[in-house]
Structures are given as C-alpha cells and as structure tokens.
C-alpha cells in the first residue's frame, strides 16, 4: 500500500473511533512519522476552574505521537504502553495544535513524543510516550478503510 494512502485510512480510524463522539471539530492530518492535530477548545472541556481539563490535553498528546509512530506501521495495530505527560501552562479558549514525532523505531517498541501548542504558538503541554506492535491486523478494523 502507498503511504499516503495509509495515512489517510489512518485518519479515518482517527475519525471514526466512538471517543471522537465527545470531541467536537478535532482534525488531523497524518504524514510520515509525524501528525498534527487541532481542536478548537470549548467550555464543556474545562474543569472547576474554567480552564481545560487535563483529560483532553493528554488525549491530544497521545493521539498525536500514537498516530506518527501509526504512520510507519502498516500491518499491525499499536498502543501506547506507557505515556508521561507535563503540563506547562492553562488553555481556556481558542484553537490548540498537538504536534507528535516519532523519535526511536524498534523491532516492536517505538517511542515518540508530542507538543501541545495554544493559538498564539506557546508550548502548554509535552509528553514522550512508548507504543508497542499488537497482533490485532490493521485491515480487521471497521475504521481502517480503504479511501
């Protein structure tokens, strides 16, 4: 299969993953081992303090280095076997970009590592995550379609 048409089929499994139903107008784009992702924030994200939760600035984090180490892995599912995440500072409106990387591909094991950024370009989130290979085929996913 082209790469680029296994990062699109990516993206659909992104999409259409019942998580999603919880986050409005998210979007992400997949390209070799690296993803973007964007979510405009809405106040149903924050917690007591009317800043958003912690929750979506680790899904976006996660998300983001899962589906860059995805784009390299074209037989397998993967998951993420362990994720740390810092908090840099709070995001209470506007659009945030989670931007993930692969960093070290192994035979099974892959780590990347993810950036969340607010709309006027400031770091407010990192994380670097280990995703290992499953033995569960791509192509047995309702989501992971043919484009």
């Known amino acids: ?3 680029t048409q296994h990062y699109r089929q990516l993206e659909t499994l992104y999409y259409k993953a019942a998580i999603q139903q919880f986050i409005d107008g998210s979007k992400i784009t997949i390209h070799h081992q690296t993803a973007e992702i964007t979510l405009p924030v809405h106040p149903k994200y924050n917690h007591g303090a009317n800043a958003m939760h912690g929750a979506l600035y680790f899904k976006l984090l996660d998300d983001a280095a899962y589906f860059a180490v995805a784009s390299v892995v074209q037989d397998v599912f993967i ?14 409106g506007g659009t945030i970009k989670a931007i993930g990387k692969l960093r070290t591909i192994g035979k099974n094991l892959f780590v990347a590592e993810s950036t969340l950024y607010n709309d006027k370009g400031k770091e407010v989130a990192f994380g670097t995550g280990q995703f290992m290979k499953t033995n569960q085929p791509l192509s047995s996913l309702d989501g992971y379609t043919e484009i």
Do not use: D, K, Y
């Open 1 to 3: 299969m082209e790469a």
């Open 79 to 92: 998951v993420t076997s362990s994720f740390q995440i810092n908090l840099v500072r709070p995001v209470t």
